[in-house]
């Protein structure tokens, strides 16, 4: 057999083999681009909040003061937690004091109390109680020391609202009143009583003297 006959039965022999070999190349070549390629950037999974606490405050007291360093409003409380989610802080045992400008003082407690995240819309939960103090002006008649109490009342800073939706006791002065449900309005001068509606009217001091 000469030598190119030879040579020509190995390469048919390797031509054999061929196809196969170059398959396992291109998987080898494949293997290493997808290894070695750049790796996307990993989007950041974004959170989710959930209604847990993300902060506790123990014993605590918040003030604010305007531009002026007067003091407006007084915070205090055994515990307070923030919920993320909600943006609000729920307070247990909470005592609120707040002094309008013209020196009107107003004291709020319950059991637990649930604020929005400026503090300008509160509800009250168990044991409520808002008091607005008389403030005496010279030469006008006082408005009368205004109460409020219930199980539940819900209050708007600003609008100087409080509302409830629960039975609630309502001291004037002397005057007192019960009701299932109410809505007030401190800046019109409103108040809407609604359901079993009781009240008790006393009369003015020397009433009696001027008759």
Same mark, same amino acid.
């Given at each position: 057999m000469t030598v190119a006959r030879r040579m020509r039965l190995s390469w048919d022999r390797v031509s054999l083999y061929l196809p196969a070999l170059l398959m396992g190349l291109l998987a080898l070549g494949t293997w290493w681009l997808v290894r070695n390629a750049p790796k996307p950037p990993q989007t950041q999974q974004v959170r989710v909040p959930t209604h847990e606490p993300d902060y506790f405050m123990r014993g605590f007291s918040v003030k604010t003061f305007d531009a002026t360093g007067r003091l407006e409003s007084d915070m205090r409380g055994d515990v307070a937690r923030h919920y993320e989610d909600t943006d609000t802080l729920e307070v247990d045992k909470v005592h609120m004091r707040s002094v309008t400008p013209e020196g009107?003082?107003?004291?709020?407690?319950?059991?637990?109390?649930?604020?929005?995240?400026?503090?300008? =819309?509160?509800?009250? +939960?168990?044991?409520?109680?808002?008091?607005? =103090?008389?403030?005496?002006?010279?030469?006008?008649?006082?408005?009368?020391?205004? =109460? +409020?109490?219930?199980?539940?009342?819900?209050?708007?800073?600003?609008? =100087?609202?409080?509302?409830?939706d629960q039975p609630v006791t309502l001291t004037r002065g002397s005057d007192q009143f019960t009701a299932d449900r109410m809505d007030y309005d401190n800046l019109d001068q409103i108040v809407q009583l609604q359901g079993r509606v009781r009240g008790t009217l006393q009369p003015a001091p020397g009433a009696a003297n001027r008759r």
């Open positions: 009107r003082v107003t004291v709020a407690t319950a059991n637990r109390a649930l604020s929005n995240a400026d503090g300008s =819309e509160v509800q009250l +939960f168990g044991n409520a109680i808002v008091t607005r =103090e008389s403030l005496p002006r010279k030469g006008v008649a006082p408005q009368p020391k205004l =109460e +409020f109490r219930g199980e539940f009342l819900h209050i708007w800073v600003n609008s =100087e609202k409080v509302q409830s």
